[in-house]
């Protein structure tokens, strides 16, 4: 007995054979992680995109799609799915990238201009761990025990960060002026 073709796999599971699209799945599921894998350069990114490319050209296959083979679906499927999380990969971290730089700005409207661009160099130049304290203390309102609650470290130590990261500031606002 052969083997059923890709095409042939689709069409069952489309008339609900759950067992037509596993074996669909386990023949080309190895050869697109590894493409995606390449694209993404992250295991579980591409596991998730080559689950929604299945999903995606069950849905969408059909015979009219011309001569290419399920298999050559599958992998523009999946190269289209690979450029828009890029894309929104890439969207995501330029938003992040200008909070992080205009956060002043939106806490504090009205400031002078020269200060929130002195004050936001300066908040760039703190270890982590400050910057967080200030960001949490100052910007997020929190009590040092509630954003301790969330860094989940000794109240203490939250103060103290905060208080290194004042002294720091001070130090770096005195420098440029």
């Known amino acids: 007995m052969t083997e059923p073709t890709d095409a042939e796999l689709l069409l069952a599971h489309r008339a609900g054979d759950e067992a037509a699209f596993n074996a669909l799945y386990r ?26 490319a299945f999903l995606r050209a069950a849905q969408s296959w059909t015979s009219e799609k011309g001569a290419g083979s399920v298999a050559s679906f599958l992998f523009t499927v999946l190269h289209r799915l690979t450029i828009d999380r890029a894309r929104s990969e890439e969207a995501r971290r330029r938003t992040q990238q200008g909070l992080r730089e205009r956060w002043i700005e939106a806490a504090e409207p009205g400031i002078d ?45 939250m103060m103290s960060r905060y208080a290194y990261a004042l002294d720091r500031l001070s130090e770096l606002m005195k420098g440029s002026g």
């Open 113 to 157: 201009p020269l200060a929130i661009d002195e004050l936001n160099r300066a908040l760039r130049a703190l270890p982590p761990e400050q910057m967080e304290a200030v960001v949490l203390h100052i910007y997020g309102g929190l009590t040092f025990v509630e954003a301790a609650e969330v860094v989940g470290i000794p109240a203490k130590t």
């Open 27 to 52: 023949r080309h599921r190895d050869r697109l992680f590894l493409y995606a894998r390449s694209r993404t350069r992250d295991d579980a990114a591409a596991e998730d995109l080559v689950h929604e």
